[in-house]
């Protein structure tokens, strides 16, 4: 039995999917040449005012409605107060003690759910890149919009943390709040982690771990420092309250500084920004355009369409997948087999091209009219995918792309006797192997067959008429 019981709260910044910075008209796109998309409102200099970004106000109830959240119809910007590098101005403007909502949930798997304790909104720092030559700054992230989300205490082990950010993340791009890219920033982590005796309610002293880019790396970090204070507590050591660097090369946590409280801050209320109200018509407004989350997206397709489970959580991993798959259903495409050519076609060629779906180049009524022609039998697997390869490439019906292609189906017996002899001639072992009663022997002789018609033989036909044959050659 474990003599202690682990303690876990994660506190996620998400930048929400804006045109512009929170407070300045600077573009909200971090990447680029270094302090090219900075405005003088990012850098507080003298006689500058924010001015609040209302998408990213919008982009933040619905946020709180997508996590059942309550939103507060005031809150209040606040400065919190902090000198290093990456802040122009001195202070970053966040939320405190009147947040935009409070409350909600996120979903852990199995019917749990880790409760959340707030949402604000707050601006972005700026980048630091530390090097031999010394720390460079780019500050085209400072004044980013960022919504924080805090959870609570909740999550019991490295495993949960992993499965509420994957939940969350889910949850953030099917209401279109953010692309939750972690790689690229737009989604970021910071995990307290702490041990308390098994059996207690008194919770122990917590580390803040940072630097964690993935959700691979949150369950890695979280693992490493819970065997790590189970090290300290059992030797009798005390944990110290810091902040910590995760490095996942050496696979290792190391201290970076002593945790702040929020009296170090000296957070006050911004005099700059007046209270944020949010009315009713807002909040209906984003509840309407929040749309369908993919838990309640899941059922529907388990219950509608009758999918297996691969399907219905590949196809309600992204929004855009889903979308696509549907608008290939209401183009008449049976549900299994459009489920079939999402996931294993029409996904890998998209990344392939390196276009997001709403760019792809066969649009879903193109690729019914393609699939159609699958049902009817003018074309087989092997072509239809072709014929697949051929229209991602040229804007052409597929029809028109068939006949170029010379990919009819070949389905006329006279045609495919000969074929069928002549695989016989060229493997007779495999033919003898059938006639023993070893029926997968017989891939070998269709295959043979198919090579020669490059895919067109209809496959069912070639099976019967392989079997004739063989048949008709008697014991052996």
Same mark, same amino acid.
């Given at each position: 039995m474990n003599a202690f019981t682990t303690v876990?709260?994660?506190?996620?910044?998400?930048?929400?999917?804006?045109?512009?910075?929170?407070?300045?008209?600077?573009?909200?796109?971090?990447?680029?040449?270094?302090?090219?998309?900075?405005?003088?409102? $990012?850098?507080?200099?003298?006689? *500058?005012?924010?001015?609040?970004?209302?998408?990213?106000? &919008?982009?933040?109830?619905?946020t709180a409605l997508a996590l059942d959240g309550q939103i507060q119809p005031v809150s209040r910007f606040a400065r919190k107060n902090y000198f290093y590098p990456d802040l122009p101005k001195g202070y970053q403007?966040?939320?405190?003690? &009147?947040?935009?909502?409070?409350?909600?949930?996120?979903?852990?798997?199995?019917?749990?759910?880790?409760?959340?304790?707030?949402?604000?909104?707050?601006?972005?720092?700026?980048? #630091?890149?530390?090097?031999?030559?010394?720390?460079?700054? @780019?500050?085209?992230?400072?004044?980013?919009? #960022? *919504?924080?989300?805090?959870?609570?205490?909740?999550?019991?082990?490295?495993?949960?943390?992993?499965?509420?950010?994957?939940?969350?993340?889910?949850?953030?791009?099917?209401?279109?709040?953010?692309?939750?890219?972690?790689e690229l920033g737009s989604m970021r982590c910071d995990a307290n982690i702490s041990l308390m005796p098994a059996g207690s309610t008194q919770l122990g002293t917590k580390v803040e771990l940072k630097n964690l880019n993935s959700l691979k790396m949150v369950q890695r970090a979280l693992e490493y420092e819970e065997r790590r204070q189970t090290a300290v507590l059992a030797a009798g050591g005390r944990i110290a309250a810091e902040t910590r660097g995760w490095n996942d090369e050496a696979g290792e946590s190391r201290p970076q500084r002593s945790k702040e409280n929020a009296p170090d801050y000296r957070y006050?209320?911004?005099?700059?920004?007046?209270?944020?109200?949010? @009315? &009713?018509?807002?909040?209906e407004r984003q509840r309407q355009l929040l749309g369908e989350l993919p838990e309640r997206r899941r059922a529907r397709y388990r219950g509608r369409f009758a999918l297996p489970e691969h399907d219905v959580v590949a196809l309600t991993q992204d929004r855009a997948v889903g979308d696509w798959?549907?608008?290939?259903?209401?183009?008449?495409?049976?549900?299994?087999?459009?489920?079939?050519?999402?996931?294993? &076609? *029409?996904?890998?060629?998209?990344?392939?091209?390196?276009?997001? #779906?709403? $760019?792809?180049? #066969?649009?879903?009524p193109q690729l019914a009219e393609l699939l159609a022609l699958l049902a009817d039998g003018t074309l087989t697997q092997v072509t239809a995918r072709k014929v697949f390869r051929h229209l991602c490439t040229h804007r052409v019906p597929a029809r028109v792309a068939v006949r170029e292609l010379g990919l009819a189906r070949l389905d006329d017996p006279a045609a495919l006797q000969p074929l069928v002899a002549a695989a016989l001639a060229a493997l007779p072992e495999a033919a003898a192997a059938v006639q023993a009663g070893k029926e997968r022997a017989l891939d070998a002789l269709k295959g043979h067959v198919m090579r020669q018609t490059k895919g067109r033989a209809d496959p069912d036909l070639v099976d019967r008429l392989l079997r004739a044959a063989i048949a008709a050659l008697g014991p052996r």
């Amino acid at each position: 039995m474990n003599a202690f019981t682990t303690v876990i709260g994660l506190e996620v910044h998400v930048q929400l999917a804006t045109q512009s910075k929170l407070f300045s008209p600077a573009p909200a796109a971090a990447l680029g040449e270094p302090n090219s998309r900075v405005h003088a409102i $990012d850098l507080g200099l003298p006689g *500058v005012l924010p001015r609040p970004n209302a998408t990213a106000i &919008e982009l933040a109830v619905r946020t709180a409605l997508a996590l059942d959240g309550q939103i507060q119809p005031v809150s209040r910007f606040a400065r919190k107060n902090y000198f290093y590098p990456d802040l122009p101005k001195g202070y970053q403007i966040s939320q405190f003690e &009147e947040p935009i909502c409070r409350g909600g949930a996120v979903p852990i798997g199995d019917g749990r759910s880790c409760r959340l304790q707030r949402i604000h909104l707050e601006e972005d720092a700026g980048k #630091l890149t530390h090097s031999d030559a010394g720390t460079l700054v @780019d500050l085209n992230r400072a004044g980013m919009p #960022l *919504v924080e989300i805090v959870g609570e205490p909740d999550l019991r082990s490295p495993a949960e943390a992993h499965a509420f950010l994957h939940h969350l993340r889910e949850i953030l791009r099917h209401a279109g709040v953010s692309d939750c890219d972690l790689e690229l920033g737009s989604m970021r982590c910071d995990a307290n982690i702490s041990l308390m005796p098994a059996g207690s309610t008194q919770l122990g002293t917590k580390v803040e771990l940072k630097n964690l880019n993935s959700l691979k790396m949150v369950q890695r970090a979280l693992e490493y420092e819970e065997r790590r204070q189970t090290a300290v507590l059992a030797a009798g050591g005390r944990i110290a309250a810091e902040t910590r660097g995760w490095n996942d090369e050496a696979g290792e946590s190391r201290p970076q500084r002593s945790k702040e409280n929020a009296p170090d801050y000296r957070y006050f209320p911004d005099p700059d920004l007046p209270p944020l109200v949010v @009315d &009713e018509a807002t909040i209906e407004r984003q509840r309407q355009l929040l749309g369908e989350l993919p838990e309640r997206r899941r059922a529907r397709y388990r219950g509608r369409f009758a999918l297996p489970e691969h399907d219905v959580v590949a196809l309600t991993q992204d929004r855009a997948v889903g979308d696509w798959f549907e608008a290939l259903v209401a183009a008449g495409v049976d549900a299994k087999t459009a489920s079939n050519w999402t996931i294993g &076609e *029409v996904l890998p060629a998209q990344r392939d091209l390196g276009v997001a #779906l709403a $760019d792809f180049p #066969l649009p879903p009524p193109q690729l019914a009219e393609l699939l159609a022609l699958l049902a009817d039998g003018t074309l087989t697997q092997v072509t239809a995918r072709k014929v697949f390869r051929h229209l991602c490439t040229h804007r052409v019906p597929a029809r028109v792309a068939v006949r170029e292609l010379g990919l009819a189906r070949l389905d006329d017996p006279a045609a495919l006797q000969p074929l069928v002899a002549a695989a016989l001639a060229a493997l007779p072992e495999a033919a003898a192997a059938v006639q023993a009663g070893k029926e997968r022997a017989l891939d070998a002789l269709k295959g043979h067959v198919m090579r020669q018609t490059k895919g067109r033989a209809d496959p069912d036909l070639v099976d019967r008429l392989l079997r004739a044959a063989i048949a008709a050659l008697g014991p052996r």
